[in-house]
């Protein structure tokens, strides 16, 4: 199994186990914005040229998210 897959399926299982934690979607919130502030510090740690490229992502993760309310896929 390839690193890549080994993630996919440890962000699988955390998935499940916040959805089995409390089943209700508009928690899940805070999970989501945990998960953004540790990728934010993880990136700053590493080079703040990250910091830049930082808020790239979560400009395209605005876009994805708008095309996914609009559309209904992703």
Not at 15 to 35: G, K
């Amino acid at each position: 199994m390839s690193d890549l897959d080994e993630l996919r399926e440890l962000l699988d299982k955390t998935a499940d186990a916040i959805a089995q934690h409390d089943n209700n979607p508009s928690s899940w919130l805070m999970w989501n914005v945990y998960l953004l502030k540790k990728l934010e510090q993880k990136s700053r740690n590493v080079d703040p040229m990250d910091q830049r490229l930082f808020a790239e992502m979560i400009a395209n993760l605005r876009d994805t998210i708008r095309n996914r309310l609009n559309t209904g896929g992703w």
